[in-house]
T-cell receptor, first 111, second 114 residues
Framework: GQNIDQPTEMTATEGAIVQINCTYQ??????LFWYQQHAGEAPTFLSYNVLDGLEEKGRFSSFLSRSKGYSYLLLKELQMKDSASYLCAVRDRGGSYIPTFGRGTSLIVHP | DGGITQSPKYLFRKEGQNVTLSCEQN?????MYWYRQDPGQGLRLIYY???????QKGDIAEGYSVSREKKESFPLTVTSAQKNPTAFYLC?????????????FGPGTRLTVT
């Protein structure tokens, strides 16, 4: 199984940049996901990393270091609508392809 | 539009009653999942199904049951044996065609048992 750790809560200012970290321990890494979840709504897929490095998608980027068991989600030009919970999920080698989710980081963006 | 639907959005039941939560998808995905979400906790896997007429227990299957008679449908029954059924329930699906097998979630059902 996996042990996934991410901060419980973060705050940031509109227009700024914020980095949400995720560390994990797994017996056989096979991919890391980031999801965004607004309060009371469904999680939506943001990014997937399986190789080391940075993946950029508009204002959002996700980084992975497999040797360090570490990932971060970088959000640029923060908007009020970015206030949400950000879930890190890690998949290990096995036949089910099902990731294990961390507890999520609640991001509050204020004016 | 393709997607996943869950109904109802809010559900209230008395303790001791079984209740079935609906999940339907028209994405043509093979795999479907049920998760439970409680405040301050991550998503916890209840059951999953990778193909019609087959399903597997997840991490917290006790007190729950599922069926997968059609590719599009994966209903979850919360039985009276589930000790703490009040929670937010999320259904998801995925496909091998995307390569990443990322999950697509329905809007969720908030179940309250009193």
């Amino acid at each position: 199984g996996q042990n996934i750790d991410q901060p419980t809560e973060m705050t940031a200012t509109e227009g700024a940049i914020v980095q949400i970290n995720c560390t994990y321990q797994t017996s056989g890494f096979n991919g890391l996901f980031w999801y965004q979840q607004h309060a009371g709504e469904a999680p939506t897929f943001l990014s997937y990393n399986v190789l080391d490095g940075l993946e950029e998608k508009g204002r959002f980027s996700s980084f992975l270091s497999r040797s360090k068991g570490y990932s971060y989600l970088l959000l640029k030009e923060l908007q009020m609508k970015d206030s949400a919970s950000y879930l890190c999920a890690v998949r290990d080698r096995g036949g089910s392809y099902i990731p294990t989710f961390g507890r999520g980081t609640s991001l509050i963006v204020h004016p | 539009d393709g997607g996943i639907t869950q109904s109802p959005k809010y559900l209230f039941r008395k303790e001791g009653q079984n209740v079935t939560l609906s999940c339907e998808q028209n994405l043509n995905h093979d795999a479907m999942y049920w998760y439970r979400q409680d405040p301050g906790q991550g998503l916890r896997l209840i059951y999953y199904s990778q193909i019609v007429n087959d399903f597997q227990k997840g991490d917290i299957a006790e007190g729950y049951s599922v069926s997968r008679e059609k590719k599009e449908s994966f209903p979850l029954t919360v039985t009276s044996a589930q000790k703490n059924p009040t929670a937010f329930y999320l259904c998801a699906s995925s496909t091998a065609e995307t390569g990443a097998y990322e999950q697509y979630f329905g809007p969720g059902t908030r179940l309250t048992v009193t």
